[in-house]
């Protein structure tokens, strides 16, 4: 996993015909996006920051380009991007249902890991792709993971709208098992981890 360097900036992707407006003779650009920690936090004055939102800035001081950064759910975010609504958005895996509304730059900037995480008992046998199959596993809807995961009917998937919620509910044990980008989960789980949840063996060959 790595950065590239400023010149090419990767997973910040633009509508295939964006909708460009001006704000006093300066081109703006709508970015929509929700909070994924590590990447995108949010500060007490409900402001923005993180390794995205630099990346944003530094592309806005050197384009010229003024961005205005609207919080959407992620699912609606996806939706403003296929309708023209809006014109960009910064850390989103690949798909080629994606690819065709949203123009991709490449390459990445960052790659991370899709995993497995649970109580120790649950996650224990998770040793291959073949002992998902029957388990009950959450995961953030509109998200993509990897193939055959995200449309395997085998598998008996529960979908709520955000990581944090989704860890909560492991947490608590409404869920045995969840599935995450390793990045953002194990920085949570960096912060607060009280019902000590660790992370499956089994790890998906596919970075995202």
């Not at 800035?57 to 380009?65: D, F, M, P, T, V």
Request: charged share 20%; hydrophobic share 40%; with cysteine.
């Amino acid at each position: 996993m790595g950065k590239t360097s400023w010149g090419v900036l990767g997973l910040l992707f633009a509508c295939m015909a964006p909708v460009t407006s001006m704000a006093n003779g300066t081109p703006t650009l709508t970015v929509v996006t929700d909070v994924w920690p590590p990447f995108r936090m949010l500060a007490q004055d409900d402001q923005f920051y993180g390794l995205d939102i630099d990346i944003l800035r530094r592309l806005q001081a050197r384009s010229g380009i003024e961005l205005e950064l609207r919080r959407v759910p992620w699912g609606r975010a996806l939706k403003q991007m296929q309708t023209g609504q809006a014109d960009l958005m910064i850390g989103l895996a690949h798909t080629r249902e994606r690819a065709a509304f949203i123009d991709y730059l490449q390459p990445a900037y960052y790659q991370c890991n899709p995993a497995f995480y649970g109580k120790a008992a649950a996650v224990g046998p998770l040793r291959s792709y073949e002992a998902l199959k029957g388990k009950v596993v959450g995961y953030v809807l509109n998200s993509a993971y990897f193939a055959p995961f995200d449309d395997d009917g085998q598998i008996d998937k529960h979908g709520v709208p955000t990581e944090e919620q989704l860890l909560r509910m492991v947490e608590r044990g409404h869920l045995p098992l969840m599935i995450g980008t390793d990045c953002q989960v194990d920085y949570a789980l960096s912060q607060r981890n009280d019902a000590n949840l660790v992370k499956a063996d089994y790890r998906p060959p596919h970075p995202v």
